[in-house]
């Protein structure tokens, strides 16, 4: 064997060798590199809490609770004012970051300490999660609501003042609820800061509707001793069309005409304060004149009629709740 063969054969084993150790020490980085999970991004949105709120995958509670409203304040807290409590009104609740209008029974204050100084938000907060949570109850919100969707909403939100009113883009809002299977959903949603609280809870209800249509011997009667009968009449959503039992009503005020052919009548339209100024003032025009037309088509001379709209500048109830605009939606025959 020459030498050049032996050097050759020196340099292929080292160089075997070289290979086998680095793949040795490759294999061995690795099995130590750190494993990480991966997060799917339906996951990802879940603890971010940007998932769309579905009611179909909250589960039903079955737990047993108390009556209305529920839950009594933690130790140690009090509320600021007497609460806030009406059997059917619309409170906005955040919800998928939009601020969504639901109905039904309703409690709201502003939470604060009973001794001086000893407010704690985290206690205020945490003490709710953990009873809400232990009803069977899943918080489905966690955050704030952006300039442009206060003002989209804040219009319709006519309470905004009130004690334990929430919904302004300074707050974080924690919004829970508690799924019962007959329905009347109960709706939570609190936010805080250093010094107080808010709490608002609504147990979904459907309105039950108090007012009853005056018949035309009625709507004579109130003409004859108070010069004036208030109706409530009903039309399409922001709309001046009458609806089939709003047509009912314009029946029973031909009735109480044609039964007195001497009287006439002014035909007064008023709205409750949803909305602008300037579009409740046309509606409620608009909705007077459409019960005039209707009146005329009826067969009463309509120089014995006259329609003016007032918008919502006169309330003859509170607006800040569901039943007061719902009697503020009238119209008023006034005799001449």
């Known amino acids: 064997m ?3 063969s032996l050097l050759f054969g020196i340099s292929a084993l080292i160089f075997a060798y070289a290979c086998n150790n680095e793949g040795k020490q490759q294999a061995a980085t690795a099995d130590s590199t750190p494993k990480t999970d991966v997060v799917t991004p339906t996951e990802e949105k879940q603890e ?27 130790e140690g ?11 059917f009104d619309r409170l906005f609740f955040a919800i998928d970051g939009k601020m969504t209008p639901l109905e039904g029974r309703i409690w709201k204050s502003n939470v604060v300490e009973i001794k001086q100084n000893d407010w704690s938000l985290p206690f205020f907060e945490k003490s709710y999660d953990e009873a809400i949570k232990a009803a069977g109850g899943v918080k489905i919100f966690d955050g704030s609501i952006t300039q442009e969707e206060y003002d989209r909403y804040s219009q319709g939100a006519s309470y905004l003042g009130e004690d334990g009113s929430i919904g302004y883009t300074e707050e974080n809002i924690k919004t829970y609820i508690i799924r019962r299977a007959n329905g009347g959903d109960i709706y939570i949603q609190l936010t805080g800061n250093s010094a107080q609280g808010k709490l608002n809870i609504l147990q979904q209800e459907g309105f039950k509707q108090t007012i009853t249509m005056l018949k035309a011997d009625e709507i004579s009667k109130e003409l004859n001793q108070k010069g004036k009968a208030i109706l409530y009449i009903n039309f399409d959503t922001d709309k001046s069309t009458l609806k089939p039992d709003g047509k009912d009503a314009v029946a029973e005020i031909t009735k109480a005409l044609k039964a007195n052919p001497g009287l006439k ?8 304060n949803t909305g602008n100024d300037a579009h409740n003032l046309q509606l409620s025009k608009d909705r007077a ?36 605009k719902a009697k503020n939606r009238r119209v008023e025959l006034v005799k001449k």
């Open 265 to 272: 009548v002014a035909v007064n339209g008023y709205t409750d």
């Open 48 to 74: 971010k809490g940007t998932t769309a709120f579905n009611i179909n995958d909250v589960p039903v509670s079955e737990k047993e609770l108390g009556p209305f409203p529920f839950f009594t304040l933690p």
């Open 77 to 87: 807290l009090t509320t600021m004012n007497k609460p806030v409590e009406r059997k």
């Open 289 to 324: 004149k459409a019960v005039l037309d209707a009146l005329v088509s009826s067969g009463i001379d309509k120089s014995r009629l006259s329609s003016e709209g007032f918008g919502s500048l006169q309330p003859i109830a509170d607006n800040s709740s569901e039943e007061g």
């Open 2 to 4: 020459n030498i050049r």
